[in-house]
């Protein structure tokens, strides 16, 4: 179960080896990461959770550059930390033209890949900070100054 707190990252690609890359290194961060196949469905799962990272794969025909737009005009994504991945350098400047933050060239380097997320975990939680909401239930208590009469209330009903 994962926890309300939780940083989460999605990680669209189809290559197995950047999902294994990904997966292993975010949890040495204890980052939550969501590996997706393909584009199928990602704007919906962005319009409905929050992630504090998107990992996008601009090799593979992965729909990434659409991905990036749908999550820079998404309110609760559009400030997510956006790192793009791919062996093409027309594609990471396209990346960095459309607001990637973070852009690595394959073949990956894990250590270089692991300096960058070090680095970029302070952006990750202060965007979890900035999001993060946790509903609150208070009794209120309610005093009428002219005739004294007091009404306690929660959230579903009231008591004279």
Known sequence: MMNAAEIRALLVTRDRGTIET???????????MQPAIGA???PEELGRTKYEALILDY??????PAILDYARKSPSNRTAVVFAVSSDAAYRQQALAQGANFVFARPLALEEI?????AAYDLMIRERRRYFRCAAELPILL?????????RCTHDQCQQ
């Open 22 to 32: 990904f997966t292993d290194l975010f949890r040495e961060l204890g980052v939550y």
């Open 40 to 42: 199928e469905g990602i």
């Open 59 to 64: 090799d593979e025909g992965s729909g990434a």
């Open 114 to 118: 692991r300096n960058v997320l070090r």
């Open 143 to 151: 005093v009428k100054k002219t005739s004294g009469t007091d009404i």
